[in-house]
Nanobody, 123 residues
């Protein structure tokens, strides 16, 4: 069983930055691929970024490439999402995800989800 707790969301102006953190419980952090998804009001949950179990491979949605960076800290059992040059269209609830099989763009079947953290970007 893995518990994921997100933090770092908030209100920021367009062009600003935020850093989201997901803290994972348990001693098997390195066996899980990790990712971030987001869901805006009235829209489906969508993939944002993923990082492999080893941390050696990352993937990003086209909409955030060059602006967002995903990383993981094995000593702290955390995965971070650094978000720069934020746009109003980035406004959403951001969810952390963990899956031993890997995290891809597919939402269905993800093993574990966090409770989400709200990110609001004002114009």
């Amino acid at each position: 069983q893995v518990q994921l707790v997100e933090s770092g969301g908030g209100l920021v102006q367009a062009g600003g930055s935020l850093r989201l953190t997901c803290a994972a419980s348990g001693h098997t952090f390195s066996t899980y691929a990790m990712g971030w998804f987001r869901q805006a009001p009235g829209k489906e949950r969508e993939f944002v970024a993923a990082i492999s179990r080893s941390g050696g491979s990352t993937d990003y949605a086209d909409s955030v490439k060059g602006r967002f960076t995903i990383s993981r800290d094995y000593a702290k059992n955390t995965v971070n999402l650094q978000m720069n040059s934020l746009k109003p269209e980035d406004t959403a609830v951001y969810y952390c995800a963990a899956d031993r099989r890997g995290v891809t763009t597919v939402v269905i079947g993800i093993e574990y989800w966090g409770q989400g953290t709200q990110v609001t970007v004002s114009p």
